[in-house]
Nanobody, 123 residues
Framework: QVQLVESGGGLVQTGGSLRLSCAAS????????MGWYRQAPGKQRELVAA???????NYADSVKGRFTFSRDNAKNTVYLQMNSLKPEDTAVYYC?????????????????WGKGTLVTVSS
């Protein structure tokens, strides 16, 4: 069993930056892929960024060039650096982890979820 705890959300103005963290505990040796999802009110949960165990990353088109996903294996923590934030980035951001796949591409690729952290971008 893997536990994921997100932190770093908050209120920021348009154009500002935030860094989200996700600390993993439990059976962390089993984790292959990790990802960040977000869910805005009334919308479906969407994949924002994904990272492999080797550090390769994929990003949603809407965040490419603005968000950076990184992992610190020594600290069992992944980070999502979010720059040039826009009001449409407002959502609850969820950390995700999986042991079966090399990279997370869909919700079915996720075995473990964090409880989420709220990011609000004011205009």
């Amino acid at each position: 069993q893997v536990q994921l705890v997100e932190s770093g959300g908050g209120l920021v103005q348009t154009g500002g930056s935030l860094r989200l963290s996700c600390a993993a505990s439990g059976s962390i040796a089993s984790i292959n892929a990790m990802g960040w999802y977000r869910q805005a009110p009334g919308k479906q949960r969407e994949l924002v960024a994904a990272i492999t165990s080797g550090g390769s990353t994929n990003y949603a088109d809407s965040v490419k060039g603005r968000f950076t996903f990184s992992r610190d294996n020594a600290k069992n923590t992944v980070y999502l650096q979010m720059n040039s934030l826009k009001p449409e980035d407002t959502a609850v951001y969820y950390c995700a982890a999986d042991s079966r796949f090399s990279i997370i591409t869909t919700i079915r690729s996720v075995e473990n979820w964090g409880k989420g952290t709220l990011v609000t971008v004011s205009s």
